[in-house]
């Protein structure tokens, strides 16, 4: 059987019938436990140790999806060329609505190191499309309702006798801070400005001093917080 919660999935097979020594999950190092009457392999989602290969991913309808495969492979000693034992796979997911609410926390401006001029790089969230007012230091952490469109704009300040063009080069949303791209939160949202994944990265033209682009607020079951992370250059 399969028991989906919230922070992670349980797979759970009656002793009689499980094989821990030929059963394993998508990552075979990932061992499970008996409790006595059952053999069991607890997954969860945010700690990479116990993610055991477990996938993530939207459908078209929205649901996020998270998707493991349990394997049996027959373990045939030195010599044998016969087994009566067969190789069998079962796919395993779990799937949550995307009904719910994401929370933004904000970093405030920091410098850019390494330049002879000091600049300072800021990012700012929007409510809207029309990038008029964006929220203040007080209005965080942001609950956005899932599936919304969020508005951003990376700025660089503190040389005005040159013009300079922020670029948000790659960006990753995480439920972590700092930055851990091993996290099982962290998906990569641009590489080089372009669009990764299922997160709807649009980038809106750049302009001088400001980059602008917008992503779809994502909920995932057990983080409180999403962070945005960006790699700037100028």
Excluded at 165 to 173: T, Y
Aim: charge should be negative; hydrophobic fraction near 35%; proline fraction near 6%.
């Amino acid at each position: 059987t399969l028991q989906c919660q919230e922070t992670g999935m349980t797979v759970v097979i009656d002793n009689s019938l499980s094989k821990p020594e030929s059963d394993n999950l998508l990552d075979n190092r990932c061992q499970g436990n008996s409790n006595g009457t059952h053999y069991l392999w607890t997954i969860v989602y945010n700690d990479p140790a116990k993610l055991c290969g477990t996938v993530r991913h939207v459908d078209a309808v929205g649901l996020i999806v998270f998707k493991n495969t349990l394997s049996r492979r027959p373990i045939i000693p030195v010599g044998s060329v016969i087994t009566r034992d067969i190789e069998v796979s079962v796919s395993l997911a779990c799937m949550y609505s995307s009904n719910g609410t994401v929370t933004i926390s904000f970093k405030p401006e920091i410098p850019l190191t390494g330049s002879v001029e000091p600049y300072v790089t800021g990012i700012q969230v929007y409510p809207g499309n029309t990038y008029g007012i964006p929220y203040g230091l007080s209005d965080y952490p942001i609950v956005i309702d899932n599936g919304t469109v969020t508005y951003y704009a990376i700025s660089v300040s503190g040389n005005q006798d040159h013009k300079v063009i922020a670029f948000a080069k790659d960006c990753w949303i995480s439920g972590k801070t700092p930055l851990d791209e091993s996290d099982s939160t962290t998906s990569k949202l641009s590489q080089n400005g372009c669009p990764l994944g299922d997160h709807g990265y649009t980038e809106l033209q750049p302009a001088i001093l400001e980059h602008r682009f917008s992503i779809i607020a994502r909920f995932l079951p057990g983080v409180e917080n999403l962070y945005l992370h960006c790699l700037v250059v100028k």
